[in-house]
């Protein structure tokens, strides 16, 4: 972070939470569970995204064909197609169609003010009036938007109210949402009377019809384009799919993804120039002066086009599900995980394909791989490695190379210099844990000593209210090279230990193997710890790559002799089954991404193969309360791990939240520390309940075990901890 220090990026955001923290958690998780509970009334919702996809998909791939054809199509229809190449080009082209002292009413588009178009034009003396109710709002408070659907989400009602009074001195109390929606149709009524041009956005556009798809909750759009005689829609050259037909999914998911809703209240379908309106034969006067004019933006999309990593974006369709399911952004909003325009998990590429760098390095961080949001997505963007190849494209231009001699050479990855030593101690984890392991105890106490805290965080910003994990002399390689395994084993199995279960958390290790062992499966310990996921979490793509190149080189003659690859970490999984897809050649991936498997996955498929439950732990009923990994639940994987805690007999409650707000190495950098205990709360919260209290609290990944830890100040065991035999079968 070179141009704010970490503690006064952790003020910043400290600050926007208390200002806003609290009403954008309760619309964003508002929205986010109504997503859940309307995309369930969904017959085929996974088909519905699929067909979206492959919509955008193409589309995208024949972008220039669909420009050319829908500029011919707009203009048989009598309308203008403007193609502006960028921001100031596109401003001058509608400064030309606006006079001086000229009302301009506006329908909601976030493409416009990408292109601060209102600030353009205010200063050529047109008016523009914003009549989008939250828009209006964020007019009158010279605010920014802070969602890409209901820019105002940070702004309580009371705050509302309290801006009104100060601006208007309405005669009457305004207190409820109905007074306020109320209040704003009345002083905007007169705007529209007055207006000379329309403003409206897009949300999609149709190259053989020339049509486009309005989706607004308020219906203003249809009033901004009724009540004027010169209708100028601005959209980016992504808005345009190839037919109306086309339409169909999106009609489906947009309001789903978005706000929850199973159809937004307005959805319009307009193909200006409106014919001149009749009634019977007769043509109503003044009628045949409309005009319509589409300027298409590129302003970097056609770069993007080109750039095989931030492509995926521009299937974006701006539906706000992945900041609505980002704990990070229910917390901290759009005026910390946003750009110059584009707030939540896409903004990263977003605004490195519109704006540069410059403007993602300010929140790109802010998102920590979970993964929900890919989930989320109705057109499935891998959004979190978005912003990994955002934070490699930082990384490699940081141009503090001041101390470049310290580093080069000396540091056990591949990047550059340049890059934060906050990020490198945290990206080579995996040295520092076997070092840790080999000089214990003396490590712990050493990263224990008050001094050497201070020490880490002034130079590493690790928060010193983070407690190192405990590194143990010996490791689960070594333990695990001692035992014999059974005589005569049904499979065999090579695990994958990350790098905490190998050097810190060896207990789930050990647990994992006893169980194996107990089902007839003899486990080998892989030398290789490191999947890489250290080093991709901070953007270090070249290493993680060299980290799944060792992998490979390790599992792949094992997976050819037969064996099956197990992990006890999701994370690290994770990496195997959808990251290394990005960094290993097809071939290499498939094999490893078909032939691993998660510790209570896999023990789920031995239980369900004939293997006995009787030479496990009986749960014999005990109370326990469940977190699953984000990355599990996104692999789909948390349902093995409830199903067999329950074969055993536990009595189990889950947690809903969406991230336990650690992330790896997140919640211990000094700067998003009070974020994620902000997220750890709502966790907490859950497991604090009268039904939750005094139950084991079991969570299956080394972070949320952490941050539950920290939470709930009780020992936090790995599922696979409960289902081990105490004594080897
Ligand atoms: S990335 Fe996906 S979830 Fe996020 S706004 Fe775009 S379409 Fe919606």
């Not at 998102?367 to 891998?382: K, L, Y």
């Not at 020490?455 to 390689?477: H, S, W």
């Amino acid at each position: 972070m070179s141009k704010q220090s970490k503690r006064a990026k952790a003020a910043q955001i400290r600050e926007t939470m208390a200002a806003e923290g609290e009403a954008v958690q309760e619309n964003t998780k508002g929205f986010n569970q109504g997503r859940y509970d309307s995309v369930a009334d969904l017959e085929d919702y996974q088909g519905l995204k699929d067909e979206a996809r492959q919509i955008k998909e193409a589309a995208i791939e024949q972008l220039p064909e669909l420009i050319e054809q829908l500029t011919e199509t707009v203009e048989e229809n009598g309308g203008t197609v403007y193609l502006a190449e960028d921001e100031a080009d596109a401003n001058e082209y509608i400064q030309s169609l606006v006079e001086s002292g000229e009302t301009v009413v506006k329908s909601k588009s976030m493409t416009s003010e990408e292109i601060e178009v209102n600030e353009h034009l205010e200063s050529a003396g047109a008016e523009v009036v914003e009549t989008d109710l939250g828009e209006w709002v964020l007019q009158l408070a010279e605010e920014e938007p802070s969602h890409i659907v209901a820019p105002a989400i940070h702004k309580s009602r009371a705050s509302i109210a309290e801006l009104f009074r100060e601006r208007f001195d309405p005669d009457r109390p305004l207190e409820t949402p109905e007074d306020l929606t109320a209040f704003a149709s009345e002083q905007l009524a007169s705007k529209f009377d007055d207006a000379d041009v329309g403003m409206t956005g897009a949300n999609f556009l149709t190259a053989d019809s020339g049509t486009m798809m309005l989706v607004t909750s308020e219906g203003n759009a249809r009033k901004t384009v009724a009540a004027t005689d010169t209708h100028v829609a601005v959209a980016g050259v992504e808005k345009i799919v190839p037919s109306v037909e086309d339409l169909q999914p999106f009609v489906e998911l947009i309001g789903r993804s978005g706000t929850g809703q199973d159809i937004t209240s307005y959805i319009s379908l307009l193909t200006p120039p409106v014919d001149t309106a009749t009634f019977g034969d007769e043509t109503i006067e003044g009628a045949e002066d409309r005009e319509f004019h589409l300027v298409l933006i590129d302003n970097g999309r056609m770069e993007m086009r080109e750039d095989e990593q931030l492509r995926e974006t521009l299937y974006c369709i701006r539906c706000s599900a992945c900041a609505n399911t980002c704990a990070n952004f229910q917390q901290v909003g759009g005026h910390e995980f946003g750009g110059e325009t584009y707030t939540g998990g896409i903004a990263g590429g977003w605004e490195t394909g519109v704006h540069g760098l410059d403007s993602s390095e300010e929140f790109v961080d802010l998102c920590t791989g979970c993964s929900r949001c890919v989930e989320a997505c109705p057109v499935g963007i891998d959004i979190p490695w978005i912003n990994t190849v955002v934070r490699d494209r930082i990384n490699r231009g940081a141009d503090d190379h001041a101390y470049d001699f310290l580093v080069d050479g000396l540091t056990p990855d591949a990047e550059s210099g340049g890059m934060s030593y906050q990020k490198r101690f945290f990206g080579n984890f995996v040295t520092v844990a076997k070092l840790g392991s080999l000089f214990a105890p003396v490590s712990n106490w050493l990263a224990d000593f008050g001094p050497n805290r201070w020490i880490a965080e002034k130079l590493l910003g690790v928060d010193q209210r983070r407690d190192m994990p405990t590194f143990q002399r010996e490791t689960l390689k070594e333990w695990a090279g001692d035992r014999d395994g059974p005589t005569d084993p049904d499979r065999e199995v090579l695990m994958l230990a990350d790098t905490y279960t190998n050097y810190m958390h060896v207990e789930r290790g050990k647990a994992a193997v006893r169980t194996l062992e107990a089902l007839g499966v003899s486990v080998e310990v892989a030398d290789v710890t490191e999947s890489g996921r250290a080093a991709l979490s901070q953007g270090m793509v070249e290493t993680a790559t060299k980290h799944g190149e060792a992998v490979a080189e390790e599992l792949l003659p094992h997976i050819e002799a037969g064996r099956d690859i197990v992990m006890v970490e999701p994370s690290d999984l994770a990496m195997l089954r959808d990251d290394y897809g990005q960094l290993l050649d097809e071939k290499t991936y498939e094999q490893l991404s078909e032939n691993s498997y998660e510790i209570l996955e896999y023990v789920y498929g031995l239980l369900e193969n004939g293997a006995s439950a009787d030479a496990l732990a009986d749960g014999d009923g005990e109370e326990i309360a469940y977190h699953g990994h984000c990355q599990q639940r996104t692999l789909g994987l948390a349902a093995h791990t409830e199903a067999v805690l329950e074969e055993l007999g536990y009595d189990l409650i889950t947690s809903d939240v969406e991230c336990c707000g650690m992330a790896g190495s997140f919640g211990f950098k000094q700067q998003y520390y009070d974020v994620s205990m902000a997220v750890g709360e709502d966790l907490r919260e859950q497991f604090s309940t009268p039904e939750a209290e005094g139950r084991t609290i079991v969570a299956s990944g080394t972070s949320c075990h952490d941050q539950l830890t920290d939470l709930m100040k009780q020992d936090v065991p790995h599922p696979i901890e409960l289902v081990a035999p105490l004594e080897r079968a």
